[in-house]
């Protein structure tokens, strides 16, 4: 079952420098009991669409067009009860940095519970603080009956980052929104987080959307994975047809850029820097980057590209063909 989708959605901001277009177009779909992975460099527009799906992009100078569905239902913002309804019991988030989003003068078992009593009015706190407790032991938190009482300051930023899931874990929500979980985390932190979310996942049921720059990640623990570049999604797929065969050029640059056990000399960045989004222009936004762009009747710097199913699998943003895109991909390899 579709436990999320999202259709054709578009936030754009309006501020002094004139519009800002975060997010185009963007239209995917999370099933139940999956992990979607989002990647793009900073700036492509993952952690705005996240944000447009827990309604915390609501704003007078802030445009939102296109649907969002949860469980086959429109979300409607307008409706505020619904919303915060949804936001924290069905859905819930964790965001990258964990120290900024936990209260320094209030205890991590009381923000545990304050997210539980939000959605459970008849409960007393003595009951929530229990099932904080019960939260932070299933997140993995040392001594967790003796911690409650403790504040965020006192602990590390991998045990801050696991409050962060007990907080968002203790309603049982059917879906999880990771934005970059594991940014500010050494790479050994990483990987328990990492572990946690998969084997929550697993033990739970719950689908989790998983945001992030790093296609390491997603090769760990994704089972489909759309690619943002400009705030528009350039590729989709399985992560297995991603990984085996990438369609659209960003998503080479990403994979090559990733540091391989066979091979840990031969790292390739992608040229230039991601666009400024207030100033797009007509034609396919990697175009600058893009080594293909140019080549002789390929209007990519006249058009953008719709995204299209490439050979009956994953969809990809990108003129090629397919019979040219290989005799490239031969050619740079």
């Given at each position: ?89 069905e859905i819930a988030m964790i965001f ?128 489909d994975v759309i690619v ?106």
């Amino acid at each position: 079952m579709n436990l999320l989708r999202v259709e054709n959605l578009t936030v754009d901001f309006q501020l002094t420098e004139g519009r800002v277009p975060a997010v185009r177009g963007v239209s995917f779909e999370i099933s139940s009991g999956k992990i979607l992975g989002c990647v793009g460099e900073s700036g492509s527009g993952k952690s705005v669409t996240a944000q447009t799906i827990m309604g915390l992009t609501q704003a007078e100078n802030v445009s939102i067009s296109g649907e969002i569905s949860f469980m086959d239902a429109p979300i409607v913002f307008s409706d505020k009860k619904a919303i915060r309804r949804l936001r924290g019991h069905e859905i819930a988030m964790i965001f990258q940095d964990p120290l900024s989003s936990l209260h320094p003068y209030y205890s991590v078992g009381s923000q545990i519970a304050e997210s539980y009593l939000a959605h459970h009015k008849g409960s007393s706190k003595r009951e929530a603080m229990q099932e904080a407790l019960k939260a932070m032991i299933q997140v993995g938190i040392p001594e967790a009956e003796s911690r409650l009482k403790d504040y965020p300051h006192q602990f590390s930023g991998g045990m801050r980052q696991r409050i962060m899931i007990a907080m968002a874990l203790v309603n049982k929500p059917k879906l999880l929104i990771a934005d970059e979980p594991t940014t500010a985390l050494d790479v050994t932190v990483q990987a328990q987080i990492l572990d946690l979310l998969t084997k929550l996942q697993k033990e739970t049921g719950m689908a989790i959307l998983l945001i992030t720059h790093d296609f390491g990640v997603v090769r760990e623990v994704c089972d489909d994975v759309i690619v943002m570049y400009a705030g528009r999604v350039v590729e989709s797929g399985s992560a297995d047809q991603i990984f085996a065969n990438p369609s659209h050029p960003y998503t080479r640059g990403l994979l090559s850029s990733l540091v391989s056990g066979e091979d840990q000399e031969r790292l390739t960045p992608i040229p230039g820097s991601p666009p400024v989004l207030s100033e797009l222009s007509e034609g396919c936004s990697f175009a600058p980057r893009c080594s293909w762009a140019g080549l002789e009747g390929m209007p990519c710097f006249n058009r953008e590209p719709e995204l299209q199913i490439v050979e009956g699998r994953a969809a990809s943003a990108c003129f090629m063909d397919s019979d040219l895109r290989e005799i490239f991909f031969v050619e740079e390899k």
